[in-house]
């Protein structure tokens, strides 16, 4: 029997570094990214691409 998608591929929250408390909701794939994830993404309070991290 197969997993369930909720095992493999959780929901985490990407919060701004820039301290906006902006935030991204996504999936990730814990095979694949098993540690903390950082994208750089818009961040429209600040009007610039800033690194967004994944908070727990």
């Not at 909720?6 to 919060?15: A, E, G, S, T």
């Not at 999936?27 to 961040?43: A, E, F, S």
Request: charged content about 40%; glycine content about 4%; hydrophobic content about 25%.
């Amino acid at each position: 029997m197969a997993k369930r998608a909720n095992d493999l591929r959780p929901i985490v929250k990407l919060r701004s570094t820039a301290g906006s408390g902006y935030t991204y909701v996504t999936r990730k794939n814990r095979r694949n990214d098993p540690d903390r994830m950082t994208l750089r993404k818009y961040d429209p309070r600040v009007r610039q691409h800033v690194d967004f991290r994944e908070e727990r």
